[in-house]
């Protein structure tokens, strides 16, 4: 086996605990062996610690989701806003419906209209003024 290249040599898919592996020790610079469960020692722990780590995430997503779902998540005023700016809003199509009955064209007046003053010149706005 001297006389045999690594790279030559047969593969085995499932190595067993005690199958010892060929390792490079590059801190004293020598060849070393190792067994594939010494190897895998230090991943099975971290495997370990990432599942009781997502054990406990999932417990704590689960805790925050029930006390979600069980609030009583009460926004007072954005009701209120909504009825506001609807109402303002009816009020202002109103004003539309207004103007469109206005004659557009040599139109040179002034009128009030909700608390504004608005100044037209040949059917032309010239100015709106708060009064």
Same mark, same amino acid.
């Given at each position: 086996m001297a006389d045999t290249k690594v790279s030559d040599l047969n593969s085995i898919t499932v190595p067993g605990n005690n199958d010892i592996l060929y390792i490079v020790d590059t801190t004293s610079g020598g060849s070393?062996?190792?067994t594939f469960q010494n190897l895998l020692s230090?991943?099975?722990l971290t495997v370990t610690e990432l599942d009781s780590t997502v054990t406990e995430f999932t417990t704590l997503v689960t805790q925050l989701s029930t006390t979600v779902e069980t609030a009583n998540l009460n926004i007072p005023g954005i009701t209120d806003?909504?009825?506001n700016l609807s109402a303002q809003q009816a009020e202002l199509s109103g004003m539309v419906v207004? $103007?469109?009955g206005l004659p557009t064209y040599g139109l040179s007046n002034s009128f009030v209209l909700a608390?504004?003053?608005f100044t037209? $010149?040949?059917g032309i706005l010239l100015s709106v003024t708060p009064t």
């Open positions: 070393k062996k190792i230090g991943v099975n806003d909504i009825y207004e $103007l469109e608390s504004s003053t037209f $010149l040949s």
